[in-house]
């Protein structure tokens, strides 16, 4: 083997190790689904932190970006939630913005909503166009995991 070519193989070997020492682990998925379409996330940017607790700042800053997933919802639709068995066993809420619209899920990985009870507020009684669907992994009370976002539409 010419010298040529042992350094051409021997960097390419170099640029693949690199290449894969700058993967990052994918986070644990959620996946929300109406009628015939499903539509399956990671959590965003800092909004997961593998396990550890999102200190505040980062967490409402997560409760406040824009989804990047959306989904028309009819009225009368179901709206169902699934999450990895990971974010599960910890424990899990489903939220609109920042209004809670389930209590804690530990050790289930799928729940289901009328569309009404995701798009109306239940303090004052209106109906919104449109929610960000948030759902959050939680220890307990105050520890925020993760988050992972959907763009809910009602349809016209």
């Known amino acids: 083997m010419s010298i040529r070519r042992r350094a051409a193989a021997l960097g390419a070997v170099s640029l693949g190790l690199l290449a894969l020492s700058a993967c990052e682990k994918p986070t644990p998925l959620a996946t929300v ?16 932190a593998d396990g550890d607790k999102l200190t505040e700042k980062v967490f409402l800053a ?28 910890k ?16 050790d289930v990985t799928y729940r289901s909503f009328d569309a009404e009870t995701l798009f109306s507020d239940s303090q004052t009684g209106q109906t919104a166009d449109q929610v ?9 009370t105050q520890d925020y995991l993760g988050v992972w976002q959907f763009k809910l539409k009602m349809a016209d």
């Open 91 to 106: 424990g899990w809420v489903v939220a609109t913005g920042t209004s809670g619209k389930s209590g804690l899920l530990k």
């Open 132 to 140: 960000t669907l948030n759902i959050i992994e939680t220890a307990k």
């Open 33 to 48: 689904t109406v009628g015939g379409d499903t539509v399956t996330t990671e959590a965003t940017g800092n909004c997961y």
């Open 62 to 89: 997560c409760l406040s970006s824009a989804p990047k997933k959306t989904l028309t919802v009819h009225p009368g639709d179901k709206v169902r939630v699934g999450v990895d068995p990971a974010i599960a066993e």
